[in-house]
């Protein structure tokens, strides 16, 4: 079990959260799943879905990253399975916070829908019962309280950006997946058999 907080950013606000940690502890970032160890760590930092880098293909390319505290030296554990061609770092017993990114999605009823999913931060204060460096859980705490400070909290939890805030309110932007039903209720009964 782990620390969370959820979040909508667009690619402008990513890049401005990025900026303001930094002056908390220099910030690495690497990829949750990767092809090659000598090339985990991100480029650059281009929007969800973009193309390049050294990602597994199935994890929406650059959307799964990890922010390590370059201060701190530790080196993330890293998974791999001779059968699979990728590795991945072991969120629980590496001194890491994941990073899943937002990106748009398309609704599975409506495809003309779209959407931005949230994302979220998340860290494991231990392992295996062993506690991780005081420093650690101290500068990943601090990352989670920086969006709780920041960020305004929706009425489902989530914290929203403020250019994801703004692109909402205007209209241009849906924040998750319609409350809407995808289906009426007499469909629903409908494929079921029940009518």
């Known amino acids: 079990m782990g620390k969370q907080v ?19 502890a220099p910030v690495r970032l690497i990829y949750m799943t990767f092809t090659e160890p000598l090339h985990m760590e991100l480029e ?11 990602f597994h293909p199935n994890y929406c390319q650059n959307a799964y990253l990890c922010l390590v505290n370059a201060t701190l030296g ?11 061609s990728y590795r991945s770092v072991d ?13 748009l999605d398309k609704g599975q009823y409506k495809p003309s829908q779209t959407w931005l999913s949230s994302g979220r931060l998340w860290f494991a ?32 939890g ?17 924040l998750g997946p319609s409350d809407e039903p995808e289906l009426s209720l007499e469909e629903r009964k409908r494929i079921l058999g029940l009518l």
């Open 6 to 24: 959820q979040f909508y950013m667009t690619h402008e606000d990513e890049k401005n959260f990025l900026a303001s940690i930094s002056d908390l």
């Open 91 to 103: 969120l629980a017993g590496s001194e890491v916070v994941e990073f899943t990114r937002c990106k």
């Open 158 to 174: 989530n914290y929203v950006a403020p250019n994801a805030l703004e692109l909402s309110k205007a209209g241009k932007l849906q």
């Open 74 to 84: 530790t080196v993330p554990k890293v998974n791999s399975s001779p059968q699979h």
């Open 44 to 54: 650059s930092f281009a929007p969800v879905g973009h193309s390049g880098g050294n």
């Open 125 to 156: 204060e231990q392992d295996m019962g062993v506690r991780k460096s005081e420093a650690f859980v101290k500068w990943a705490n601090s990352l989670l309280k920086w969006v709780r400070r920041k960020y305004e909290r929706d009425a489902k």
